[in-house]
């Protein structure tokens, strides 16, 4: 006894009805039809997906990012008077260094991008964000402690404006920074058995550690410009 392998289930009225209507072709499947989906479109991909949500989360960042600057710039507006400024001098060499750090870590980031097809080199490449990133945030609470031993002059227990918005807008950064070093290291413990790490985390990842660059360098133009 032989069997023949049935062909897709079809609704007859169903399936005339749509053949009719032209959104199916004459003996074609009627699901994509009954769904409201065109034949001729093509669904999205995982990596245009996962792309389209990085962009939604760094708009979301951006706009976060950009009230707390608003913030700032109004604060420092209505105190200009008085303003003493948000950096002491014993804070441009930690700053200095933290900023040498995320550049490390965002070019590392971008080369193992651009050569994702080398997975060992990748790796390494994404580890090495992963290392310049954590000590990132290490040189920056060096920066925090002091500034809170020091920020009450008065001795009432409250911290000085400009000492506030320097942690504000640090330890805003440093946070996101501390994501990053998270998702880098859910990557790189994926990587493990020598499969590398996939072009769409290594593209995120430097998406992630370039937005995070440009906003550390908008932090740095307001704390030193105002």
């Known amino acids: 006894m032989s069997y023949s392998t049935p062909g897709p289930l079809r609704h007859p009225d169903r399936q005339g009805r749509l053949e009719a209507s032209g959104e199916v072709p004459d003996g074609g499947y009627a699901g994509a039809g009954a769904r409201g989906i065109a034949p001729s479109e093509t669904p999205a991909s995982e990596s245009e997906v ?46 200095a260094a933290a900023t040498v750090l995320l550049v490390i870590a965002d070019v590392a980031a971008a080369r193992a991008f651009r050569q994702e097809t080398d997975k060992p080199r990748a790796f390494k490449l994404t580890r090495l964000t992963l290392i310049t990133a954590s000590i990132y945030v290490v040189v920056q609470s060096f920066s925090w402690i002091p ?37 880098n290291g859910i990557v790189l413990a994926r990587s493990t058995g020598g499969r590398g790490p996939q072009s769409g985390s290594l593209q995120m990842l430097y998406q992630y550690w370039r937005f995070l660059t440009v906003m550390w360098v908008a932090v740095l133009a307001l704390l030193f410009g105002m």
């Open 50 to 95: 996962l792309g389209f949500g990085m962009k939604l989360f760094l708009a979301s960042l951006t706009m976060i990012f950009g009230a707390t600057f608003a913030a700032y710039g109004i604060i420092w507006w209505r105190n200009r008077a008085d303003w003493q400024g948000a950096v002491d001098s014993g804070e441009v060499i930690r700053l």
């Open 147 to 183: 500034l809170i031993a020091q920020g009450d002059p008065d001795g009432d227990g409250t911290l000085r404006m400009e000492g506030f918005l320097f942690l504000m807008l640090t330890v805003a950064h440093a946070a996101h920074v501390l994501g990053g070093v998270v998702a």
